[in-house]
């Protein structure tokens, strides 16, 4: 199983940026989506995450700023940044909660894709 996400940049303040994630391989299903993201010199954090009933949670940083989505047909989860602030700037990274097809037992393990740089400029 693997998590490839894409879409970050360079964009000025009061910007917007979408963030897109797609996991492929041997997948029975995924259960919670979300996006993280690390500041250079601060811990990991969460910005957004997404069930797979499509309940949303949003940290107060992002709130109302940004947007978390998914397309369960293609396996992706989307991230819609709006309002962008240069303390957004960090690596984004998506995360899946995913149960892996095959013969029983199916293994469920959360998986991280590589991360995505967004920077904010002032």
């Known amino acids: 199983v693997q998590l490839q996400a894409s879409g970050g940049g360079l964009v000025q303040a009061g910007g917007s940026l979408r963030l897109s994630c797609a996991a492929s391989?041997?997948?029975?299903?995924?259960?919670?989506m979300a996006w993280y993201r690390q500041a250079p010199g601060k811990q990991r954090e969460l910005v957004a995450s997404?069930?797979?009933?499509?309940?949303?949670n949003y940290p107060d940083a992002v709130k109302g700023r940004f947007t978390i989505s998914r397309d369960n047909a293609k396996s992706t989860v989307y991230l819609q940044m709006n309002s962008l602030k240069p303390e957004d700037t960090a690596v984004y990274y998506c995360?899946?909660?995913?149960?892996?097809?095959?013969?029983?037992?199916?293994?469920?393990?959360?998986?991280w894709g590589q991360g995505t740089l967004v920077t904010v400029s002032s």
């Open positions: 995360t899946a909660n995913i149960q892996r097809s095959g013969p029983f037992p199916r293994t469920t393990s959360n998986y």
């Open positions: 997404i069930t797979n009933g499509g309940t949303t």
């Open positions: 391989g041997s997948i029975f299903s995924i259960n919670s």
